[in-house]
Nanobody
């Protein structure tokens, strides 16, 4: 049984920072691609960032590339999303996702396990 639990969301002013965490349990982690997605009200879930098992490769959605950093600590079975210079358009529920394989894709269908999400609200 694989479980992903996100934390670290909250309310922040524009220009502020947050660090999201996703703790994994079960038979998944160090060899598996992991990713962050987000879903704003009334919109489809969209890709934010992904990282390979070794952390050698990362990829980002263009709108966050200069502001967000994805990382992982395989010893703690945890991935992180450091979000800087947050904008109101970043407001969404952020989801952690895990791939049983190595697709390293920005598509939601490439991921087999999902967390429950953590709310991020950027507002003054």
């Amino acid at each position: 049984q694989v479980q992903l639990v996100e934390s670290g969301g909250g309310l922040v002013q524009p220009g502020g920072s947050l660090r999201l965490s996703c703790a994994a349990s079960g038979s998944i982690f160090s060899n598996n691609c992991m990713a962050w997605f987000r879903q704003a009200p009334g919109k489809e879930r969209e890709f934010v960032a992904a990282i390979t098992g070794s952390a050698f490769n990362v990829k980002y959605q263009d709108s966050v590339k200069a502001r967000f950093i994805i990382s992982r600590d395989n010893a703690k079975k945890t991935i992180y999303l450091q979000m800087n210079n947050l904008e109101p358009d970043d407001t969404a529920v952020y989801y952690c996702a895990a791939d049983r394989g190595y697709s390293f894709t920005p598509k939601t269908f490439g991921y087999d396990y999902w967390g429950q999400g953590t709310q991020v609200t950027v507002s003054s």
